[in-house]
Nanobody
Framework: QVQLVESGGGLVQVGGSLKLSCAAS????????MGWYRQPPGKRRELVTD???????NYADSVQGRFTISRENAKNTVYLQMSSLKPEDTAVYYC?????????WGQGTQVTVSS
């Protein structure tokens, strides 16, 4: 059973930075795609960013230029570096992995941006 464990969420002020981590229980290269979704209060879950096994990245327009996805293969970990945070970035952030027809989710980590 694949496990994805997020960490790094918390409370940050507007304009601040935060780095999320997602540790996978197996090699991240075993997944076609890994990424981050978020669910703001009262809204639907949405894609933030993802990265394919060959390193191609994709970002939502709302975070382009502010967020960066990266990975550390030796630690089976994917990161989300968030900068210039805005109140609208407040959400539960979920790590996601896809391998063929199998989809995996982490438990989520809360990010709150205060103004």
């Amino acid at each position: 059973q694949v496990q994805l464990v997020e960490s790094g969420g918390g409370l940050v002020q507007v304009g601040g930075s935060l780095k999320l981590s997602c540790a996978a229980s197996r090699s991240i290269f075993s997944f076609n795609t890994m990424g981050w979704y978020r669910q703001p209060p009262g809204k639907r879950r949405e894609l933030v960013t993802d990265i394919t096994s060959n390193g191609r990245t994709n970002y939502a327009d709302s975070v382009q230029g502010r967020f960066t996805i990266s990975r550390e293969n030796a630690k089976n970990t994917v990161y989300l570096q968030m900068s210039s945070l805005k109140p609208e970035d407040t959400a539960v952030y979920y790590c996601h992995a896809q391998s063929g027809y199998s989809y995996y989710w982490g438990q989520g980590t809360q990010v709150t941006v205060s103004s």
